[in-house]
């Protein structure tokens, strides 16, 4: 009899073949391909949607292609990660559009008058509008406004794949800005310069985010973009959620951008964005410097949601 040794004996685990895992990485990469040209194919047709359910829709969309091949278990964690966060992304949108309906009173004078006060008596988005109408500058505005709706899910997917740990901490950073802004919002309703002209409470300003479009050749986009600004809540100018989002995003990926052109980029949108904001009168220097100050508060007051420099924990890319 051979006596027992004590030591037990495990079986490795089971992985797949490598013919298999190359399969299906070529057909998560062909199948991402087409989708990406089908968005793609509807946004140079309806322009580019602005609507948070259906990008995130197609954001989810392209994730559960990268779970083909890697078990049920994937889409799960897809499902566990993504449904509450876009479960409080949609209350939101919804609570941001109901905030203009609690009766408080509309401030329309006084960001125009720290717009001056900062300027010297200049309001910049009449200036600008007067000196400033190159169409190149147009098309280039628009793109970067319209960017806002795409950036950051965009981040969020990429992080997911990349890197949960991180995704996690941009997740509840991107849920903390919406927050505080809602808040504002709320305690604080205030018409934009377009808003403002419009019932002759400060010179006369356009609001030109969407000129850009026809420029490029696509005013069918331009026109579903203001369809759109029409629907939302007209008098959440403060802070300029725009300018705070360009401004998280760069101090998220600044820290793990490697090269000089990644850093560059990212913080020439994070100046751009203000810029256009004003000159197309969407928001006020006012409004979108306090922007920029609630994304710094938010990165800088909530440090459990601060990210770390390098990830413990990688989620393979696909």
Known sequence: MTPATGTATTTPPVTPPAEDTERYGVLRRLLTAGLLAVFVAICLADGLPTDRLVLL?????????????????????????????????????????L??????????????????????????????????????????????????FVVTPVVLAVLWLRDRTRWVGYARLVVALSAAGLVTYVLYPAAPPW??????VIEHVDRISSSGWAVLGLPKAGAVLHSSQAQVNAVAAVPSLHTAFAVLTCLVLLPIARRHWQRAGLVGYAVLMPLV????????????LLGALYAGLVWALVPRLRLPRRSRTPVPAS
């Open 57 to 97: 829709g197609w954001v989810l969309a392209a994730l559960a292609l990268q779970s083909l091949g890697r078990g049920w278990r994937a889409l799960v964690r897809l499902l566990a990660d993504w449904v509450p966060l876009v479960a409080l992304l949609l209350l939101y949108d919804l609570s941001r559009g």
């Open 195 to 200: 808003l403002a002209a419009k019932d002759g």
């Open 277 to 288: 904001l004003v000159w197309s009168g969407e928001h006020y220097v006012v409004d979108t």
């Open 99 to 148: 905030a203009d309906g609690l009766g408080l009173p509309v401030h329309v004078g006084e960001p125009a008058a720290v717009d001056r006060w900062l300027t010297g008596g200049v309001l910049p988005t009449a200036w600008l509008q007067a000196h400033w109408g190159a169409g190149w500058w147009a098309a280039l505005a628009s793109l970067v406004y319209s960017s806002h």
